[in-house]
């Protein structure tokens, strides 16, 4: 037990000082914007498909138990607004960060972890190359933009698909659905969720880049880090959702 809690303080620990690491070096030389833009098409668009897919099986999964269980209390008016409020405060912004989160992270640490067991990270430094600028911030930069943009498609696609399975399993008027729906989502509803995508994009990618770069035993730790980082994201995503969750109401509500 002892041992345990030594390595999950060790871990949080690690996980802070790159996060302090980051961000002295946003501000050094040089700005490296190729492997920003080469980062931006690894996450985003290589992370569409998966990202889009869930967005609207998830919109209409839960438009059509909502509108069943809703029914029954003459309520069924409303699915549209909670559908709505529900994808983009919470399963938008969430399923995106785990789903696109663990393939980015895990891809990232598989990379990092190569070049730690293979000494490239040594090699690195022994050229005087700070390689926390070079390797860790064009990822958490280009993590910032992709996980907002990803956000907003998958908010926008699990919405439309809850009105279009509203209008052929209930046979719902989708200009009625619209209005009801557009009159009761206001945007700081839209831009809560987005400003949880930047924070667990940031979160996301810092996870990823640590156990990458802490990576010991050759190719079987690396593959226990590989495993690590796709369970670390998905609980760091959900723990950090509720905190996040508390300040936007304490601020905004």
């Given at each position: ?185 206001v945007p700081k509803d839209f831009v809560t969720g987005i400003g949880k995508s930047v924070f ?54």
């Amino acid at each position: 037990m002892e041992a345990y809690l030594r390595r999950t303080a060790i871990w949080y620990g690690g996980v802070g000082l790159l996060t302090g690491q980051v961000a002295r070096s946003l501000a050094l030389p040089p700005k490296y914007f190729r492997l920003v833009i080469h980062e931006i098409e690894v996450m985003g668009v290589q992370s569409l498909g998966v990202a889009l897919t869930a967005a609207i099986f998830t919109g209409m999964v839960f438009t059509i138990q909502s509108a069943v269980n809703m029914a029954r209390f003459g309520a069924e008016m409303y699915v549209g607004p909670l559908t709505a409020l529900a994808i983009l405060r919470e399963l938008g912004p969430v399923l995106t960060a785990i789903l696109v989160g663990g393939k980015v992270a895990s891809g990232i640490t598989a990379e990092l972890g190569s070049m730690k067991v293979t000494e490239q990270i040594d090699a690195l430094r022994t050229l005087g190359v700070n390689y926390i600028k070079r390797l860790v911030v064009p990822r958490v930069l280009a993590a910032l933009i992709v996980f907002p943009l990803l956000t907003v498609l998958a908010d926008a696609i699990g919405i439309l698909g809850g009105m279009g399975i509203m209008f052929l399993e209930r046979g719902a008027d989708v200009y009625a659905y619209w209005n009801i729906t557009t009159y009761w989502v206001v945007p700081k509803d839209f831009v809560t969720g987005i400003g949880k995508s930047v924070f667990f994009g940031a979160i996301v990618t810092l996870i990823g880049c640590y156990n990458g770069l802490s990576t010991e035993g050759g190719t079987e730790g690396l593959g226990r880090a590989t495993t690590a980082t796709v369970v670390h994201v998905t609980m760091g995503v959900i723990v950090c959702d509720f905190f996040i969750t508390k300040l936007f109401l304490t601020l905004f509500y």
